[in-house]
C-alpha cells in the first residue's frame, strides 16, 4: 500500500512538473502581451504622482517588466542562461530604484544613499558572475 501511494505521489508530481514546464507559444505570446498591458497600467498610475515619488514608480515599473520578461523567457526555454538574465533583471531593478530613492535625500545622507546601493550592487553582480550560464 505504501509502495502504491509512493509511486502515485511520484507520479503526479512527475506529471505537475512537466505539464507546468511545457508553454506553448500561444501561452507565451499572451503572457508577453500581458506583461506589456500590466507595465502600461502601472506606468499609467505612476502619472498621477509628483516629482521624485513618479521617477521611483516608473523606476519600479520598468523594473517589473525587464525582470517578468526575463522570468518569462525562462518559463518558456529553462537555461542556465536566461535563469543568469532573471537575476540580473532583479540586480539591475532593485539598484535603479533604491539609488532613485536616494534621490530625495541630500548631502551625506543621498551620498551614503548612493554608496550603499552600489555596494548592494556590486555584490550581486558578483553572485550572478557566480552562476553557471
Given at each position: 500500500m505504501k509502495k502504491q501511494l509512493l509511486w502515485i505521489?511520484?507520479?503526479?508530481?512527475?506529471?505537475?512538473?512537466t505539464g507546468a514546464s511545457?508553454?506553448?507559444?500561444?501561452?507565451?505570446?499572451?503572457?508577453?502581451?500581458?506583461i506589456s498591458a500590466d507595465y502600461k497600467a502601472a506606468k499609467a498610475r505612476c502619472d498621477a504622482l509628483a516629482s521624485n515619488a513618479k521617477d521611483v514608480c516608473e523606476k519600479e515599473a520598468k523594473?517589473?517588466?525587464?525582470?517578468?520578461?526575463?522570468?518569462?523567457?525562462?518559463?518558456?526555454k529553462p537555461s542556465a542562461g536566461h535563469a543568469k538574465k532573471v537575476?540580473?533583471?532583479?540586480?539591475?531593478?532593485?539598484?535603479e530604484v533604491a539609488k532613485e530613492k536616494?534621490?530625495?535625500?541630500?548631502?551625506?545622507?543621498?551620498?551614503?544613499?548612493v554608496?550603499?546601493?552600489?555596494?548592494?550592487?556590486d555584490g550581486a553582480?558578483?553572485?550572478i558572475k557566480r552562476m553557471k550560464g
Open positions: 505521489a511520484l507520479a503526479g508530481s512527475l506529471f505537475a512538473t511545457a508553454m506553448t507559444k500561444d501561452e507565451y505570446s499572451a503572457a508577453k502581451d500581458k523594473g517589473t517588466e525587464n525582470v517578468a520578461k526575463a522570468e518569462l523567457e525562462q518559463q518558456y537575476a540580473e533583471a532583479k540586480a539591475e531593478m532593485t539598484y536616494c534621490d530625495d535625500m541630500s548631502g551625506d545622507a543621498k551620498s551614503a544613499c554608496k550603499q546601493a552600489k555596494a548592494q550592487h553582480k558578483a553572485e
